[in-house]
């Protein structure tokens, strides 16, 4: 069985403080760079989706010359159901 001595945890205090600072370190080295990344990409999809979406507009206006509504299957205003009729309460003494 291990004993916990104040070397013992003097020790971990510092591997702590100085995982921290490391971490700290290199992250401001590579996080603008990932960020940067994750940015550009997002920016080539929404151009993709973009391009892709004005071609299919561009086909389904150039195939369909007429435009037929059927308003038979319009939703009709919903009514709305009467739970019951309000009663007044009164106090009893």
Same mark, same amino acid.
């Given at each position: 069985?291990? &004993?916990?001595? +104040?070397?013992?945890?003097?020790?971990?205090?510092? =591997?702590?403080?100085? +995982?921290?600072?490391?971490?700290?370190?290199?992250?401001?080295? +590579? #996080? @603008? $760079? #990932?960020?940067?990344?994750?940015? &550009?990409?997002?920016? &080539?999809? +929404?151009?993709?989706? *973009? *391009?892709?979406? *004005?071609?299919?507009? =561009?086909?389904?206006?150039?195939?369909?010359? !007429?435009?037929?509504?059927?308003?038979?299957?319009?939703?009709? @205003?919903? !009514?709305?159901?009467? $739970?019951?009729?309000? $009663?007044?309460? &009164? !106090?009893?003494?």
């Amino acid at each position: 069985m291990q &004993e916990a001595s +104040f070397s013992g945890l003097f020790k971990t205090i510092v =591997w702590v403080i100085a +995982f921290y600072y490391i971490f700290k370190f290199l992250a401001r080295i +590579f #996080l @603008p $760079v #990932l960020v940067k990344k994750a940015v &550009e990409k997002a920016g &080539e999809n +929404f151009q993709r989706q *973009q *391009q892709y979406s *004005q071609g299919n507009n =561009w086909q389904n206006t150039r195939n369909k010359d !007429e435009i037929i509504i059927d308003t038979s299957n319009a939703k009709k @205003p919903r !009514e709305t159901k009467k $739970v019951g009729d309000y $009663v007044d309460y &009164e !106090e009893i003494d």
